[in-house]
């Protein structure tokens, strides 16, 4: 049923003139719907029936690609129509422009001109938004599938004015993808527009989405997928120098951890090198914790972050603990080591006691209440060692350590401190004993 | 040292909030951005928290927001960010089981669409059983939820703890949380995975993260404890429970109150020079002539990150649901004195930080965060749906109304 369409397009009607100046918005809207629509317009001047065969044909396809009447065809069919739309070069129906509204001064917005209408939605919204003829376009691009180097330009300026429209991402990624585009091209403009978008998400996403096809297509060259990963590293640094506690880039590097078996091959020398810049960046920190209780070369896979795992050696364990024991003496006051810390002995099952010497470095306490001032260096090493002495039973110890933490140093959660003094006498546990309850519970239920 | 309690200017709040309304709920075309029913959800929950909710204003102007979130509508379930993202209907061809051609629905702008109806009508019109299919369609392997799903069927966006929150509370909204009947558990998303999921978010230091092997974030915490309080699967404070969705209650709360932090104006001033975050202990490094700062308590979203508006919603809220001692873990005063002397601003709303503009998410936030510690004024607030309580009854009521939906 599709007309054979490979003539010349002679009888095609003029081209549109460059883009020129309208006095409103609303006129130029109006334009660049009827530009989007000549044969339609050509059969209204001239009458259908004066229209030349070819006319007639583009006519018709005009009319399909308006309606979507297309879509119910067999795909043999539907091919042969977008050949025709290619080569006589029809342009896509735009849906016809809606009135405008009026503005909150009562002035219809419609006649705004365009570059009035500009500044008005910049100012009217709190939030930058996607000019509506831009998406317009893109919208009549995506409806009919087309995959062309324009949606490559037609989405990098959308992009340029809201980074965070998912969908425009993900058609541009289908869009590369089916052009065979050069993906390095692509990372290297997507660097620009990550640099400059620090809180967008969308872009780590499309990332992934590039480097799972490069990997693909390097197949098991070590030497390039090395290179690779060297490469994305490179450029999480450069980000790293503006926010090092970016969570989207974080995210992206787990995921490339993984993706590219990155476990021993200078993770943690890379957080430590963020740890020594800032001692506090608990991104850092986490993301130390990752690479060194997920690698599956130890690791028991599907062990939770708050378990036990068997498979951890001592000298990982060891290992971590000295490092954050050196963290904690750095900045003493600095929860992200404490917290540490208290995961890897979790990981190891090993008891809070076992540093019970290390955190007493950092409280000194009397023996006796009333005889002489204590010293504590780290608020959060007394919370340790309340803790530690609940686990060994010495309720009357943790009971003062928590008192202290609540009327002296720690004031601010004197609330929570009380909390946990009234846990200790209800059922003798402090965290930690509680804590062992809940995971017993948990595993007896088979979660 | 006495220092005087401020209180809530409700007068100059509803002004702000007004004056949002006016300029980004519109008429029709002009809203083309895909946050907008998100922000006029905001709006419209402000004003209700603040008595001056929707069944303030005119039929005229309820009837006009009501159409233009039901343009949003998609023809297949769901509702998308804005009324133009839609093509005309013909475009929307269901090639099976939901999946839609282009301009998916999503999931975030779907939870926001029905809230929005909630102020100002009634889910008549919500394709009710569409939707919930679609909803279905959205959850992947694993119990996470994606935000929209293409016409391959594949779930794109994150798989964190928000779009788990939002699923349960659309889910909450349509369905409710009485028994279902065989047929209607069918066509129910997997709330044993979901728990799983959730429960798999948990990090070595008690919070919860984009996932476990990730960094603990309030925000996702509060999703993750949001979502479970939504399918009733939370356990409580003290005592564990077989089917409980945290593995370590008490490690989160621990987690939760380490969030404040005592601030003082020097903080930021010092963080302008060094990037590096200052966490001030009280009266660790000071001897005891120095001034503790007790006054003033934000909350930070992660781990010595600086004090922000919205985390005193966060984790305000994560903590009033996993405590039923409501809030007696925080101390409410300094709170309030931070938010009302530190991050108000003069011409009502809230900013993010001291000193910055007002904006309608941390505005929001802000007033939420109030409502959770029951401030006066303001009504009080369900934690996990993030609205009043009374608005959460109402809510009931129009999906009980809705209850003999042909569905479309
Ligand atoms: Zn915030």
């Known amino acids: 049923m599709a007309p054979k369409g490979s003539k010349a397009p002679k009888a095609r009607p003029k081209p549109p003139d460059p883009p020129k100046e309208y006095p409103t918005i609303a006129d130029e809207l109006l334009a660049a719907y009827q530009e989007s629509r000549p044969y339609q317009t050509l059969a209204a001047s001239k009458g259908i029936q004066n229209l030349t065969a070819n006319e007639k044909a583009c006519y018709a396809h005009a009319v399909f690609l308006e309606t979507g009447a297309w879509r119910s065809w067999p795909a043999a069919t539907q091919n042969e129509f977008w050949k025709t739309i290619q080569s006589e070069k029809i342009p896509i129906p735009l849906p016809k422009p809606q009135d405008l509204g009026r503005d909150t001064r009562g002035i219809e917005v419609g006649k705004y001109t365009p570059a009035e209408f500009k500044l008005y939605l910049r100012r009217e919204r709190e939030i930058e938004g996607l000019l509506g003829k831009t998406m317009g376009y893109l919208r009549a691009i995506m409806a009919a599938k087309e995959h062309s180097p324009r949606v490559l330009e037609l989405t990098e300026h959308i992009i340029s004015m809201n980074a965070a429209h998912y969908t425009v991402w993900l058609y541009r990624s289908q869009t590369l993808l089916a052009l065979n585009s050069s993906i390095p091209a692509e990372l290297e403009w997507v660097n620009n527009v990550a640099l400059d978008n620090q809180k967008n998400y969308q872009i780590w996403h499309h990332r992934q989405i590039l480097v799972e096809h490069l990997v693909q297509d390097v197949g098991s060259d070590e030497g390039k997928l090395r290179e690779l990963g060297k490469s994305e590293v490179a450029f999480m640094k450069e980000m790293f120098d503006e926010d090092a506690k970016n969570y989207h880039v974080w995210s992206y590097r787990q995921w490339l951890v993984r993706k590219l078996d990155l476990w021993q091959k200078g993770e943690i020398e890379d957080c430590e090198r963020l740890l020594r810049e800032d001692v506090r960046n608990n991104s850092a920190w986490a993301h130390r914790f990752f690479v060194v209780f997920s690698n599956p070369r130890y690791c028991t896979e599907g062990s939770k972050a708050t378990e036990f795992d068997g498979g951890i050696p001592d000298e990982i364990l060891d290992r971590e603990i000295e490092f954050s024991k050196a963290a904690c003496f750095e900045a003493p006051q600095n929860q992200s080591p404490w917290n540490y810390l208290r995961g890897v002995l979790k990981k190891g099952g090993r008891k809070l006691v076992s540093l019970e010497c290390f955190a007493g470095e950092f409280v000194k306490i009397p023996e006796k209440e009333g005889e002489g001032e204590e010293d504590v260096k780290s608020s959060h090493a007394l919370d340790f060692l309340a803790d530690a002495w609940a686990e060994k039973g010495e309720r009357e110890k943790a009971d003062r350590a928590l008192r202290l933490l609540g009327d002296k140093y720690d004031r601010i959660r004197k609330n929570y401190w009380d909390w946990r003094r009234a846990l200790l006498k209800s059922d003798g546990g402090g965290l930690g004993g509680i804590e062992g309850q809940f995971v017993v519970g948990a595993k007896l239920f088979g979660h | ?408």
């Open chain 2, 1 to 408: 040292m006495a220092v005087s309690e401020p209180s809530l200017n409700a007068a100059l709040h509803i002004k702000y909030w007004q004056r949002c309304l006016k300029s980004v709920l519109p008429n029709g075309y002009t809203s083309m951005d895909s946050s907008r029913v998100t922000l006029g959800f905001f709006i419209l929950s402000a004003l209700d928290l603040l008595g001056a909710g929707a069944d303030t204003f005119s039929e005229d102007k309820r009837t006009n927001i009501k159409e233009w979130i039901l343009k949003c509508q998609h023809p297949n379930g769901g509702f998308c960010g804005s009324p133009n993202h839609r093509y005309p209907d013909a475009s929307y061809v269901d090639v099976g089981h939901g999946k839609q051609v282009m301009d998916p629905a999503n999931l975030p702008a779907t939870y926001f669409a029905i809230m929005g109806l909630s102020f100002v009508g009634s889910f008549d019109k919500i394709r009710r059983n569409d939707c919930l299919r679609w909803l279905k369609t959205m959850q992947r392997e694993d119990g996470s939820f994606g935000e929209i799903v293409t016409q391959d069927g594949v779930i794109e966006g994150g798989r964190d703890m928000r779009t788990c929150m939002v699923a349960a509370a659309i889910r909450w909204m349509l369905r409710g949380d009485e028994i279902f009947t065989e047929e209607e558990k069918k066509g129910d998303i997997d709330v044993d995975r979901l728990v799983s999921h959730v429960r798999a978010g948990q990090t070595y230091d008690g919070g919860i993260g984009e996932s476990s092997q990730h960094e603990a974030h309030a925000g996702y915490t509060y999703c993750a404890i949001a979502s479970l309080k939504l399918v009733n699967r939370l356990p409580e404070s003290k005592e564990s429970e077989p089917n409980s969705g945290l593995t370590n209650v008490p490690s989160t709360i621990r987690w939760l109150v380490s969030r404040q932090m005592g601030y003082t104006a020097e903080d930021d001033e010092e963080e302008e020079e060094d990037p590096a975050p200052q966490v001030k202990l009280q009266g660790v490094y000071t001897d005891e002539a120095a001034p503790e700062n007790e006054q003033f308590v934000g909350f930070n979203g992660r781990c010595n990150k600086r004090a922000d508006t919205c985390y005193a919603f966060w984790v305000g809220a994560a903590l009033n649901m996993l405590c039923h001692e409501k809030n007696t873990l925080l101390n409410v005063s300094p709170i309030r004195r931070f938010l009302f002397e530190q991050t108000q601003h003069r011409i009502g709303g809230f900013g993010k930080c001291p000193g910055d503009p007002p904006d309608i998410y941390h505005s929001y936030l802000a007033l939420a965060a109030l409502a959770t510690m029951n401030e006066p004024g303001l009504k009080p607030l369900d934690a996990a749906l993030c609205i009043s309580i009374q608005q959460k009854k109402k809510l009931e009521l129009l999906r009980k109304a809705a209850s003999d939906w042909t569905g479309e």
